[in-house]
């Protein structure tokens, strides 16, 4: 069984700051990796997808990396700002005809001014 | 192109009750799949549908079902509604072998 673990569970920096968000699975049978940003009670945004035969993706000033065969990604935010404050999550899909999706719990995110 | 859209907003359910979720698809995806996320946690897979036919499920009971209709939306019905159901129901679509799914804004239902 599949299992995605985070973290840490909650990071709080100043503004400006780099930081590294941290996702790991215990199953390395992955078809891909997402990385996904949730606003307090609202739905999911899709930030970046890493097919399990790429090493990372970079959009803006969000990079992510995949390790398949240690089971990890790290998600990096270059100068953040108190904009970037949300729940990020990662999920990984396991190849499956169906495209389950298994997330971890999520690293709340709190960039102040 | 229209995003995924669900409806109601949010919800308020007697413990016993049945409620019914409804989820239309991003244009051009023939996929929808149903998650639940309980407060703090991550979303949890309940089923996929595709070509109206559930396509896939998770861990949870029968009281759990749904419905895909030929213009690929879709229904979340939960029967003898129980306090834990309480979460934010998230639908998610995509085109079957693409595996990016794309996430409506969710159903807040709470249970009392």
């Known amino acids: 069984k599949q299992e995605v673990t985070q973290i840490p569970a909650a990071l709080s920096v100043p503004e400006g700051e780099n930081l590294v968000l941290n996702c790991s699975f215990t199953?390395?049978?992955?078809?891909?990796l997402q990385w996904f940003r949730q606003d307090p009670g609202k739905g999911l945004t899709s930030l970046l997808l890493?097919?399990?035969?790429?090493r990372e993706q970079t959009s803006g000033r969000l990079n992510a990396s995949l390790d398949k065969s240690s089971g990890r990604s790290t998600l990096y935010i270059a100068a953040s700002q108190p904009g970037d404050s949300a729940t990020y999550l990662c999920a990984v899909n396991g190849g499956t005809s169906y495209g389950k999706l298994t997330f971890g719990q999520g690293t709340i995110l709190t960039v102040h001014p | 192109e229209t995003g995924v859209t669900q409806s109601p907003t949010h919800l308020i359910k007697t413990r016993g009750q049945q409620v019914t979720l409804r989820c239309s698809s991003q244009?051009?995806?023939?996929?929808v799949s149903w998650y639940q996320q309980a407060l703090g946690q991550g979303p949890q897979f309940i089923f996929q549908?595709?070509?109206?036919?559930?396509?896939g499920r998770g861990n949870f009971p029968p009281r759990f079902s749904g419905l895909q209709f030929p213009n690929y939306s879709s229904e979340l019905n939960v029967n003898a509604l129980e306090l834990d159901d309480s979460a934010l129901y998230l639908c998610a679509s995509n085109t079957m072998g693409k595996y990016e799914q794309y996430f409506g804004p969710g159903t807040r239902l709470t249970v009392t």
């Open positions: 890493i097919q399990s035969s790429q």
């Open positions: 244009s051009g995806h023939n996929t």
């Open positions: 549908y595709y070509r109206e036919e559930e396509n």
């Open positions: 199953d390395s049978a992955i078809y891909n």
